[in-house]
Structures are given as structure tokens and as C-alpha cells.
């Protein structure tokens, strides 16, 4: 079971930038695409992007285009999720996500939409 820990979260104004990070850990030689979800309080958790195993294929919440890039680390291990122009709405707890895969791929479209594993989350507040 892979296990994933997230770190990056503050507290930030409106219009700066942070950078997520998650560190996916496994005993076995699994290849994983990852992905970034956020909870708001009182609302459910809702998907912000994912990327393959290699970052060859990337998704995105169409209303965070442009404004939130997700990547891998080098080692594959380590997915990232850099925000900019933060705005008060973008206040949530931030989860990582994986899905193991068996063989890596271009199309966005082959991209999991069910995540079997998640991390415990990183709290991103922006004031006005």
C-alpha cells in the first residue's frame, strides 16, 4: 500500500503563490499517476489535477487552468502542485492522490478518475 505525505500548506494573502509537494512511498516497485484534490468546509472534496507516471500527460479542473500546474519529481516519487495568484476561495485542505498503473501513456484521457489511495491532507488558507 503506497502512503502518501503531503507538505507545502500556509497561511498566504490573495495573489501569492505556494507550492504543494507529495512524497509517495512504497516497498514494492509500483509505478503510480498521482493527482491533487481540496475540501472546502462544508463541501465535498473535489478534484484539482493529475499526472501520469512520467508527467507526459497532465488533467486539470477547467477553472484552475492557468493558474495551477501539477508535476513529477525526478524520481517519480514526488508529485507537485504549484499555485499562483491564490484568491480566498482556494482556502481548503489540499489531498494527494495515486493510482497504480501498469504502463505509462500521452493521452490525458487514460488518466485514473478513481483514486484508491490518499494522503491526510494540507491545509492552504488565503486571506482577502
Known amino acids: 500500500q503506497v502512503q502518501l505525505v503531503e507538505s507545502g500548506g500556509g497561511l498566504v494573502q490573495a495573489g501569492a503563490s505556494l507550492r504543494l509537494s507529495c512524497l509517495a512511498t512504497d516497498d514494492s516497485s509500483r509505478s503510480y499517476a498521482m493527482a491533487w484534490f481540496r475540501q472546502s468546509p462544508g463541501k465535498e472534496r473535489d478534484f484539482v489535477a493529475s499526472?501520469?507516471?512520467?508527467?507526459?500527460?497532465?488533467r486539470y479542473r477547467d477553472s484552475l487552468k492557468g493558474r495551477f500546474t501539477i508535476s513529477r519529481g525526478n524520481d517519480k516519487n514526488t508529485a507537485y502542485l504549484q499555485m499562483n495568484d491564490l484568491r480566498p476561495e482556494d482556502t481548503a485542505v489540499y489531498y494527494c492522490a495515486a493510482d497504480e498503473i501498469f504502463s505509462d501513456y500521452e493521452d490525458p484521457d487514460l488518466l485514473p478518475l478513481t483514486w484508491h489511495a490518499y494522503g491526510q491532507g494540507t491545509q492552504v488558507t488565503v486571506s482577502a
Open positions: 499526472i501520469s507516471y512520467s508527467g507526459r500527460a497532465t
